[in-house]
Nanobody, 125 residues
Framework: QVQLVESGGGLVQAGSSLRLSCAAS????????MGWFRQAPGKEREFVAS????????PYADSVKGRFTVSRDNAKNTVYLQMNSLKPEDTAVYYC??????????????????WGQGTQVTVSS
C-alpha cells in the first residue's frame, strides 16, 4: 500500500507558474505508475498527465500539453507537476494517484488504486 500527499497548490494570477509535488510513502515507489488528475466544482475528475515507472512514457491531456510537465524522482519518492502559463480554466483541486499496474486506460481515474487528498489550485484572471 502507498500513501500520497500533495502540496504546492495556491492562488496565482493567469500566466503564472506553480509546481505541485506528491510525496509517496513506502519503499516501492518506483514500481508504481503515477497520474495527476483535477476536479473543478461541479465537474467530473479529469486526467491531466501520467508518468510510467521509468519515466519513459508521459502522456498529457490536450488541454495542458505544452504547458505542464510531469516528472518523478524515485530516490525521493516524489512525483511533480510543473504548471506554466496557467489559465483560469486550470482552477481545480489537483490529485495525484498511483497504481502498480493499470487496470484500465491510464487516463481513467478508475485505473488507479491510491489517491492523495488533493491540493487546490486557483488561477485568477
Amino acid at each position: 500500500q502507498v500513501q500520497l500527499v500533495e502540496s504546492g497548490g495556491g492562488l496565482v494570477q493567469a500566466g503564472s507558474s506553480l509546481r505541485l509535488s506528491c510525496a509517496a510513502s513506502g519503499r516501492t515507489f518506483s514500481r508504481y505508475a503515477m497520474g495527476w488528475f483535477r476536479q473543478a466544482p461541479g465537474k467530473e475528475r479529469e486526467f491531466v498527465a501520467s508518468i510510467s515507472m521509468s519515466s519513459s512514457a508521459t502522456p498529457y491531456a490536450d488541454s495542458v500539453k505544452g504547458r505542464f510537465t510531469v516528472s518523478r524522482d524515485n530516490a525521493k519518492n516524489t512525483v511533480y507537476l510543473q504548471m506554466n502559463s496557467l489559465k483560469p480554466e486550470d482552477t481545480a483541486v489537483y490529485y495525484c494517484a498511483a497504481t502498480p499496474g493499470y487496470s484500465g486506460p491510464y487516463y481513467q481515474p478508475s485505473s488507479y488504486d491510491y489517491w492523495g487528498q488533493g491540493t487546490q489550485v486557483t488561477v485568477s484572471s
